[in-house]
C-alpha cells in the first residue's frame, strides 16, 4: 500500500527555520502532485505550497518568500524549507500525494495523506 512519511518537525524559536521532507513508498505508478497542508488548533486545513510532476509550484500567498518547496522525483520524496518561522506558522504539518497507483485495480489517481508533524513555534 502506498505511505507517506513525513520527518522534520519540532519546537523552535520565532525567526527560526526548520525542514519538513516526505518520503513516498509502495505501488505507484506515477506521480503527479504533492504538497504540504497545515491545520492549526481549531482552523480548517489549509495548502501551503504544492508541486506537480512539471515542477510548477502554488504557494498561499501569505507565505512565499518564507517557504520554498522542492521534490526529488526519483526518490519520490518532497521536502519544505521553512524560514522566519512566526508563533501563527505553528501547526499540524502534512503532507499529500496525487498519484497514479496501481494497487487496487484498476489503475487510477488517487490521494494520500501522510500522519502529519506537529510544528511548533515558541514566541
Known amino acids: 500500500q502506498v505511505q507517506l512519511v513525513e520527518s522534520g518537525g519540532g519546537l523552535v524559536q520565532a525567526g527560526g527555520s526548520l525542514g519538513l521532507s516526505c518520503v513516498a513508498s509502495g505501488p505507484i505508478s506515477r506521480v503527479d502532485v504533492m504538497g504540504w497542508y497545515r491545520q492549526a488548533p481549531g482552523k480548517q486545513r489549509e495548502l501551503v505550497a504544492d508541486?506537480?510532476?512539471?515542477?510548477?509550484?502554488k504557494y498561499t500567498d501569505s507565505l512565499k518568500g518564507r517557504f520554498s518547496v522542492s521534490r526529488d522525483n526519483a526518490k519520490k520524496t518532497l521536502y519544505l524549507q521553512m524560514n522566519s518561522l512566526k508563533p501563527e506558522d505553528t501547526a499540524v504539518y502534512y503532507c499529500?500525494?496525487?498519484?497514479?497507483?496501481?494497487?487496487?485495480?484498476?489503475?487510477?489517481?488517487?490521494?494520500?495523506w501522510g500522519q502529519g508533524t506537529q510544528v511548533t513555534v515558541s514566541s
Open positions: 508541486i506537480d510532476s512539471d515542477g510548477d509550484i
Open positions: 499529500k500525494l496525487s498519484a497514479i497507483t496501481m494497487i487496487p485495480f484498476p489503475p487510477r489517481r488517487r490521494d494520500y
